[in-house]
């Protein structure tokens, strides 16, 4: 990090291995202030920002709700029920809710020793899954059963489940008893094992954890694999995880050249966890509406927009992945914390912001 070039608004200058980054204002950033009473300001506005890295949960609330951290996760979500008890201990705090991403589970369908070119198996697992338990249980009904591979957000390319086919609604109600049916027609009469790779983050081990106690009623034995971050990285960027991985749904999220490139269901790349029409033209339909797609790309978008929300049903109903529910989550900041409006990465506003020094001393006493 020491010999790193760029051209961003601060400076890495220290770095203390799971403890602190320091980073310092970047005297010959770019850009100015384009908008607002601050037009024309030369960017960044902080002097310095210290990344607190703190592994554990509850010391970060703990900072934040102390007054010793200015934002929580550098534009994160916390959890459910930290926002709830904020709310109780810290009511000033500025929110901005909004919909996460959800978990989903892709197979290594091109192996054909495993069991999951089998549609009936793909769609006994999603039925093993109880959606709506986690739906109300984990995240107190304040989730979304269908966020891939569109969202809410999206009405232009979104189905409401309520719209799609019965047989595709039956995927997302929780079925054991239809579940081992179809795998005894698959083969599996007594269920099979199988692996599941993971990251080592507590968010994805716990859903791990939920979704074996699931299936293991329908007879399907989960070996949760835990892997390292930068290892976890890797084999997901190459699909080589040896039977089924556990990644965050990036295709939702409206990305551009996921939604136009079908880039999770069709072809080589690490968006399609499933092997999905891969190689291209495999699976015939989808190749036909990416065809369709390529003759209206950027030519006209609400051509491509009907070709997509046409397609989605086809793609739910082949149980591609087995996805979980997107969770309505909160980013949370101190009201001193100025020009931050609950935005994302802190790349698209970290040398926007400034503290206002003297309302965060007259609330906490820290200067």
């Known amino acids: 990090w020491r010999v790193q070039v760029g051209t961003g608004s601060f400076k890495l200058t220290d770095w203390v291995d799971s403890s602190v980054a320091t980073l310092v204002r970047n005297e010959a950033y770019w850009d100015k202030n384009n908008v607002g009473p601050g037009k024309g300001d030369q960017l960044p506005y902080a002097d310095a920002v210290k990344i607190l890295i703190i592994p554990d949960m509850s010391t970060q609330i703990a900072a934040l709700r102390t007054g010793k951290a200015d934002a929580y996760s550098m534009g ?48 006994a697992l999603m039925m093993a899954t109880d959606m709506i338990s986690m ?22 390319i979104y189905t409401p489940l309520d719209k799609l086919p019965a047989e595709t609604q039956e995927l997302y109600a929780y079925n054991p008893d239809k579940a081992k049916a179809l795998l005894k027609d698959a083969g599996y009469p007594n269920g099979f094992k199988t692996s599941l790779t993971i990251d080592s983050s507590s968010v994805a081990s716990d859903m791990a954890q939920t979704i074996k106690a699931m299936w293991i009623k329908v007879g399907v034995d989960v070996d949760i694999q835990i892997k390292e971050n930068a290892v976890f990285q890797q084999l997901w960027a190459t699909r080589s995880y040896p039977e089924m991985e556990m990644t965050m749904n990036a ?58 929300k ?58």
């Not at 591979?149 to 009405?155: D, G, K």
């Not at 529910?325 to 409006?341: G, S």
């Open 76 to 123: 994160g979500a916390v959890s459910r029920e930290d926002f709830a008890s904020l709310q109780k201990t810290n009511p000033q705090l500025n929110d901005y809710r909004f919909l996460q991403l959800p978990l989903q589970i892709g197979f290594r369908r091109d192996k054909p020793e495993l069991p999951f070119k089998d549609i009936r198996v793909r769609k």
């Open 135 to 156: 739906k109300n249980g984990l995240y107190g009904g304040e989730a979304e059963l269908i966020d891939s591979p569109a969202r809410i957000l999206y009405p232009s």
């Open 251 to 308: 295709g939702g999220n409206g990305a551009l050249f996921v939604r136009y490139s079908f880039g999770y269901f069709r072809g080589t790349n690490s968006y399609n966890p499933s092997y999905a029409n891969d190689p291209p033209g495999s699976d015939p339909v989808i190749e036909k509406a990416y065809e369709d797609l390529a003759k209206a790309i950027n030519v006209d978008f609400a051509a491509c927009d009907k070709i997509i």
């Open 310 to 367: 046409d397609i989605n049903p086809y793609i739910l109903s082949q149980a591609f992945i087995v996805p979980t529910p997107a969770p309505y989550v909160h980013r949370v900041w101190q009201p001193w914390l100025r020009d931050f409006y609950g935005e994302g990465p802190a790349k698209l506003w970290l040398q926007y912001v400034w503290l206002d020094r003297a309302m965060k001393e007259q609330m906490t006493g820290i200067r």
